[in-house]
């Protein structure tokens, strides 16, 4: 279920459209969803690291099948977050019951991952975390060397695709970021969107900052404005 946004144009939501028909054609396998949740049921740790983006909504929705229910931390970013997240969350949250919790911090302090300790030391030190392996070539050798679970991060969706994921989200009729439709008249593959903080760095190679300005111009310039 694509959350609609005034950001859309007409040609996004027709490709928008075909993206979400072959999603839902396409096959999930039982397997892969019920080893998924089988292992989330078994995980001894303290709190579940949320985004809003695809895959915290996917292993949101795994952890309420696996009827299992930690603290769900949304790690904000001041000032800097995709606004549209929050309708995302508000979308999940209605009529669903979650021990839900958001801590906010500056950008730069996320850049030194010291949001992660704070979090730690209030929710405790093992977190489960949409983390994949076909993102980036880091996570795959992370997950190659250390496994689904390092101890400190537990990553149930590791072998996930992102078609997996799309497939997931359009059979379970789960709430979509607007910003994955947001897809420049197909200039911008959906596969290289994200939904993580405004005017930050990772992604540049995918064109992030060209995007960002073409969708969330109101918010960079807000930023500039506050710098």
Not at 51 to 77: Q, T
Not at 92 to 102: C, M, P, S, V
Not at 152 to 177: E, M
């Amino acid at each position: 279920m694509l959350i609609s946004s005034p950001r859309h144009r007409a040609e996004d939501l027709r490709l928008w459209a075909e993206h979400e028909e072959g999603d839902r054609a396409s096959r999930v396998t039982v397997s892969l969803v019920e080893q998924s949740i089988e292992r989330i049921s078994a995980w001894q740790g303290d709190y579940v690291g949320c985004s809003w983006g695809k895959d915290s909504v996917v292993m949101l929705d795994l952890m309420l099948r696996a009827e299992r229910s930690w603290p769900v931390v949304w790690v904000r970013m001041r000032g800097r977050d995709n606004p549209d997240c929050e309708l995302v969350r508000d979308a999940f949250l209605a009529g669903r019951k979650l021990d839900y919790h958001e801590r906010t911090f500056d950008y730069e302090a996320c850049g030194r991952d010291e949001h992660w300790r704070a979090v730690a030391k209030e929710f405790g030190a093992r977190r489960m975390t949409g983390l994949r392996a076909d993102e980036s070539g880091r996570r795959r050798m992370s997950l190659r060397h250390l496994g689904l679970d390092t101890g400190r991060s537990f990553r149930p969706l590791a072998w996930w695709s992102q078609r997996h994921v799309f497939a997931y989200l359009a059979q379970r009729d789960l709430p979509v970021h607007p910003a994955y439709a947001c897809l420049g008249s197909g200039r911008w593959p959906r596969c290289h969107l994200r939904t993580h903080g405004i005017g930050g760095k990772t992604g540049n190679n995918y064109g992030r900052t060209e995007w960002e300005r073409e969708y969330y111009g109101d918010v960079l310039r807000r930023l500039a404005v506050a710098r």
